[in-house]
């Protein structure tokens, strides 16, 4: 748990007896250390679930509950090391060229927590950072994590159980917040009974406008110019397995100005 000084706090768990975890960026804490929060649960049967508890300050001590899990938690506050780990901080990103999200949590006494998320698969790991600020240690999944923490982000690999290694790299929370992916381009071939499939995934809990779109026609003309474009092209969104969303062809969206065929 990350407790900001004037902001709310962010919530990282591994309920390893729910087979489930917790990502709750965040959580409004009141004046007298209450919160109280209704957070996604991230698992093969994900539903939301209250995040409730009390935070004394003079104690240093944070006591808490999930009530539809029946879980309890008691946690300590982290006294700063001498010197304090200059890689105190949150920190988030992914393994490159994957689907797994990493956010880690390094506390002032050099203790490190992260948190693997790859759909409703949760994993994770723990331990000290080394002297030279490293996160080095196997995970509740039996992978194995090798990352570095500077003052800008994070940077190692991650080694799945039954798998070969991959990058793992992130940044701090203050440059996250600077950061907006505002467009994303996947080009692939199609033919009839073979369409080309791609998937994306969008975090957090609040609900956000995405513009989703195929194009065809115009990839053949300039600045493109290329051979064998799609004549005709139509999307299905789906979910799992259930389509959520379809279009051929552009027509006149209920907001915003007309959208024209391409």
């Not at 407790?3 to 390893?16: K, M, S, Y």
């Not at 240690?137 to 798998?163: C, E, I, L, Q, Y």
Request: aromatic share 4%.
């Amino acid at each position: 748990l990350l407790v900001r000084r004037n902001g709310p706090a962010t919530a990282l768990a591994h309920l390893t007896t729910a087979a489930a975890g917790i990502s709750a960026p965040a959580i409004a804490v009141g004046l007298n250390g209450a919160f109280s929060a209704t957070v996604p649960l991230i698992a093969l049967a994900g539903r939301n679930v209250t995040l409730r508890g009390t935070i004394d300050e003079t104690a240093g001590l944070v006591t808490g509950s999930i009530p539809e899990l029946n879980l309890t938690f008691t946690a300590v506050r982290a006294e700063p090391a001498s010197p304090e780990a200059a890689q105190t901080g949150l920190y988030s990103g992914g393994v490159i060229g994957g689907a797994t999200a990493a956010s880690a949590l390094v506390g002032p006494d050099g203790r490190a927590f992260m948190l693997l998320l790859n759909g409703p698969a949760v994993d994770s790991a723990a331990a000290t950072l080394s002297t030279e600020g490293r996160l080095t240690t196997g995970t509740h999944g039996k992978a194995a994590v090798d990352v570095g923490f500077s003052s800008s982000g994070m940077r190692g690999t991650w080694r799945p159980a039954n798998g070969t290694a991959a990058t793992l790299a992130g940044v701090t929370e203050a440059l996250a917040g600077r950061q907006r992916l505002v467009n994303l381009s996947v080009r692939g071939a199609t033919a009839p009974e073979a369409p080309m499939i791609t998937g994306f995934a969008i975090g957090g809990t609040a609900a956000k406008q995405v513009l989703i779109r195929v194009a065809g026609p115009a990839l053949a003309r300039a600045p493109f110019n290329l051979a064998g474009a799609l004549n005709d092209p139509s999307i299905q969104l789906y979910r799992v397995n259930t389509v959520i969303g379809q279009n051929n062809d552009w027509g006149s969206p209920a907001a915003g100005a007309d959208a024209k065929k391409n």
